[in-house]
């Protein structure tokens, strides 16, 4: 079974702390996204990456950085975390191909700042 | 630019009911439209999906059919049964880029026996 990982599946942290949120993919798929999902907003893209050291910037990348070193792992960071980015966020990748749709997913981490 | 607009749950059914989730979108171009459901406790997969006019997707007992002159993709299963208990997801995209991937913001279904 195909599969990506998210190392952590609920975070509380203290305002003003480094967050780190780890991702990791196992079907060499090019592609990796970061989304924030939040109630009534739907997701909304942070950060995507379509091959390591690459990165492009989604909707929503104020407050956020990410880091692509390796094909199969992407990493989001909250270089200070503020209470608005309490919230569930969301890594998938895809393969570089050209049905533009099918992006697999992890369970997602749940980050709470305090 | 796109955008896609769910009707607003949550929608509470009866096992074996009919259910309707509607959709519509306003995208340039000739989009692709999937729908994608989160189970309680994981992430996103995809049901189903359609990159055409009056093209069908199905999957699972559920079906959605592109209508481009009504800019619909409405989601709907003859019989639920309380498993598709879940968060259900529209989302499109017009371009060869999933970075344009754009989603609805949701509806939550819940079944009871």
């Known amino acids: 079974d195909v599969k990506v990982t998210q190392s952590s599946r609920y975070l509380v942290k203290r305002t003003g702390e480094k967050v780190f949120l780890e991702c990791v993919q196992d079907m060499d798929h090019e592609n990796m996204f970061w989304y924030r999902q939040d109630p009534g907003l739907g997701l909304r893209l942070i950060y995507f990456?379509?091959?390591?050291?690459?990165?492009e910037k989604g909707d929503i990348p104020e407050g956020y950085s990410v880091s692509r070193e390796k094909k199969e792992r992407f990493s989001l960071i909250l270089e200070s975390a503020s209470t608005n980015q309490t919230s569930m966020y969301l890594c998938a990748s895809k393969a570089r191909d050209r049905d533009t749709g099918e992006l697999f997913f992890g369970e997602g981490s749940r980050l709470t700042v305090l | 630019g796109n955008s896609v607009t769910q009707m607003e749950g949550p929608v509470t059914l009866s096992e074996e009911a009919f259910l309707t989730i509607n959709c519509t979108y306003t995208?340039?171009?000739?989009?692709?439209l999937f729908w994608y459901v989160q189970y309680p406790g994981e992430g996103l997969q995809l049901l189903l999906k359609a990159t055409k006019a009056d093209d069908k997707g199905s999957n699972k007992g559920f079906e959605a059919t592109y209508r481009k002159e009504t800019t619909s993709f409405h989601l709907e299963k003859g019989s639920v049964q309380v498993s598709d208990s879940a968060v259900y997801f529209c989302a499109l995209t017009n371009s060869g880029s999933a970075r344009q991937l754009t989603f609805g913001s949701g509806t939550q279904l819940t079944v009871l026996p």
């Open positions: 995208a340039t171009g000739y989009p692709s």
């Open positions: 990456s379509y091959d390591v050291k690459m990165k």
